[in-house]
C-alpha cells in the first residue's frame, strides 16, 4: 500500500475541492484548485519583461553595428565599441533571464491545479474552499491511499527467525523466502481476508526492544477491502518439531494474553498462562507455560473458576507431535 500525502507547492487560495472524502480516483484526476490569477498575473509580467529585454537587446546590437565602421575607420576609439559590445552582452543575459522567470511563472500556474500522483482512495479533507495553503502547512490538504496492493508488516521471534532459515532451501535470505508457501491473512474480526498474499521482504536486523525482526507480505486488493490501518494476524507456514498442542476451544483470552484451566492438587483447577508460538488448525502451538503430562480443562471451561473443585470424567495427557 502506497500511502501519498498531498500537499501545495505554491501558496494561494484553495479556490475550489474536486473531491469527496473516500472517493475513489485515478491517477491524474483534478483534486484541487488553488486561485490562479495571482500566478497568471506574475506570467503576463514575465511576459512583458521578456519582450522589453528583447527590445533593449535589439538596440544594443544596433549601437554596436553603427559603432563597428566608426572605429574600423578610427572616427572613435575602441573604448566605445567594447562598451555597446558589453551592453549587447548584458541584454542578451537580460532575455536568458526573463525567459528563466517565464518558465518558474509557468510551473507556478500548473501547480495551481493539484492532480491525483496515483490511483486510490481519498482520506480526510483538512482544508476547506476559501482555506489559504501553502508547502510549509503541518498538515498535508489529504491524504491519498494506494490500496490495490496492500503490505502487511509482521515479527517473527529470534528462534523462529532460526527455526524459519533452517527449514526453507537456499543461500541467501531472498532465495529463502521465494521457497515460502503464501500465506493468509486472518482480520480482526477471525475472518480469513479471501486471497493469498506471499512474502517479499525481511527487515536487517531485529528490534532490540522486542528481539523480533520484521517480515512483509505482499496481498492483492483488487477490491479494495483492505484499507491503511488495517489490522489483522498473518498464517505463516512454519514447521514446528514435537511441538505441544492445544486445542483453541480450551483456551480463554484475557487482556491479550491466553490462559488454560490446569488440573492442580485434589482436582482444583486454576488459571495458568501460556505463551503460543503458532496456530496449526485449531490448536495453538504452545511454546511455555505447560508441559507434557500435564492436565487442562478442554469442555465447557466458560462455566469455570479458578480454585474450583471439578469431578474429571476422562484426562488425556498433553502429548507432543511433530507439526
Known amino acids: 500500500m502506497d500511502e501519498v500525502e498531498i500537499r501545495p507547492q505554491i501558496s494561494g487560495t484553495l479556490a475550489q475541492v ?13 483534486l484541487f484548485k488553488i486561485d490562479e490569477r495571482p500566478f497568471k498575473a506574475a506570467l503576463n509580467n514575465a511576459l512583458a519583461k521578456l519582450r522589453a529585454a528583447e527590445s533593449a537587446a535589439f538596440n544594443a546590437e544596433l549601437e554596436v553595428q553603427k559603432l563597428t565602421p566608426l572605429v574600423q575607420n578610427k572616427v572613435i576609439s575602441d573604448y566605445q565599441l567594447k562598451a555597446a559590445r558589453a551592453a549587447a552582452g548584458v541584454a542578451k543575459a537580460n532575455i536568458d533571464e526573463a525567459k528563466a522567470n517565464i518558465s518558474t511563472a509557468q510551473i507556478n500556474l500548473g501547480f495551481t491545479l493539484i492532480k491525483a500522483p496515483v490511483s486510490g482512495y481519498i482520506g480526510r ?29 509482521f515479527s517473527l521471534s529470534e528462534d523462529d527467525f532460526v527455526n524459519f532459515k533452517a527449514q526453507y532451501p537456499g543461500e541467501t535470505l531472498t532465495e529463502k523466502i521465494r521457497q515460502l508457501p503464501p500465506v493468509s491473512l486472518l482480520l480482526s474480526d477471525n475472518s480469513t481476508y479471501p486471497v493469498k498474499g506471499y512474502v517479499d521482504i525481511i527487515d536487517g536486523q531485529f528490534d532490540k526492544s522486542t528481539g523480533a525482526i520484521t517480515f512483509r507480505a505482499n496481498f492483492p486488493n483488487p477490491r479494495g477491502l ?49 505463551v503460543i508460538s503458532g496456530r496449526s488448525g485449531h490448536y495453538y502451538v504452545v511454546k511455555e507455560g505447560i508441559k507434557v503430562g500435564d492436565h487442562i480443562v478442554v469442555d465447557e471451561i466458560n462455566n469455570l473458576q479458578e480454585g474450583q473443585v471439578i469431578d474429571p470424567q476422562t484426562t488425556k495427557k ?5 507439526n
Request: glycine residues 6%; aromatic residues 4%; proline residues 3%.
Open 18 to 30: 474536486h473531491v469527496d472524502e473516500g472517493a475513489y480516483v485515478t491517477a491524474g484526476t483534478p
Open 125 to 153: 479533507l483538512e482544508k476547506k474552499k476559501g482555506s489559504l495553503v501553502g508547502p510549509a502547512d503541518a498538515s498535508a490538504l489529504t491524504d491519498l491511499s494506494d490500496v490495490h496492493n496492500v503490505h502487511v508488516y
Open 226 to 274: 483492505l484499507r491503511s490501518g488495517n489490522t489483522g494476524k498473518i498464517q505463516l507456514s512454519l514447521l514446528h518439531k514435537d511441538a505441544l498442542l492445544v486445542p483453541q476451544s480450551a483456551t480463554l483470552e484475557i487482556q491479550d494474553k491466553i490462559f488454560v484451566y490446569q488440573l492442580a492438587d485434589s482436582n482444583k483447577i486454576k488459571k495458568q498462562a501460556i
Open 318 to 322: 498433553l502429548t507432543a507431535t511433530n
